[in-house]
């Protein structure tokens, strides 16, 4: 087993029905960008019932059809936003969280302590959130995942992962293993993915492989590390 293997994201995704809402973070292989992305997915028709609306440099999830949402309460929130040199992505209302918390001098995993998995038995999904923290010539990130210790949801378990940037190399974790019932929890570290120098070909490559039946909302961003110029790539089923 090559445990320094880096692989291409379609690879882990191709012909997986349900990997549930994912982040993707790292660096490009020219070493000039850092990469975050954030996508959805959903199998019942409150989640699948939204789209990603970007405002003002911020992720939000939205609904598609208003008349037709059952509960905002897990499906509706900022996924992006930025603090200072922080950029912050997660898959629910814990990116207010550790906005809130950095803005109050907690670190990342400070932050999160106040929160857990979602209270969505049986599956109990785990929150799972990124951070990237530029510097003057590079950046850092940390993901975390907060997951049920077990079948009865009756504790959480906290995960921090710490990175440093390396061309070429991104860390991917996903809320599912798979499709089930309940739906079986990621487990194990973030995933080594690859991060190539075109958004245009990490977009297409990932919202190509995530399945066409299941997928929602994909939202890509680089950063050009010396300039802090952005750009992006949105793609909603939806609309």
Aim: proline share 5%.
């Amino acid at each position: 087993m090559d445990v320094y293997k880096i692989n291409n994201i379609a690879e882990l995704i191709k012909n997986n029905s349900y990997v549930g809402r994912g982040i993707v973070i790292g660096k490009t292989e020219n070493g000039k960008k850092a990469c975050t992305a954030y996508f959805i997915m959903g199998r019942s028709a409150n989640s699948r019932n939204r789209v990603f609306k970007e405002r003002n440099g911020e992720l939000f999830t939205e609904p598609f059809d208003a008349s037709k949402v059952e509960d905002p309460s897990l499906i509706i929130y900022a996924a992006l936003r930025s603090l200072d040199n922080k950029l912050i992505v997660t898959n629910g209302d814990q990116t207010d969280t550790i906005y809130n918390g950095i803005k109050e001098g907690k670190t990342f995993a400070q932050a999160l302590e106040s929160r857990e998995f979602e209270p969505d038995a049986p599956n109990f999904t785990p929150r799972i959130s990124g951070m990237v923290a530029f510097g003057e010539k590079d950046f850092t990130y940390q993901i975390s995942i907060l997951k049920s210790a077990d079948a009865q949801g009756s504790a959480c378990c906290r995960y921090t992962f710490s990175y440093p940037a390396v061309a070429g190399l991104g860390h991917f974790i996903h809320t599912y293993v798979c499709d089930g019932n309940p739906i079986p929890t990621f487990q194990g570290e973030p995933e080594r993915v690859i991060i190539p120098d075109s958004i245009d070909e990490f977009s297409d490559t990932l919202w190509t492989a995530l399945d066409p039946d299941n997928k929602i909302s994909l939202y890509v961003r680089y950063t050009d590390i010396a300039t802090g110029k952005t750009e992006s790539r949105l793609i909603n089923k939806n609309g």
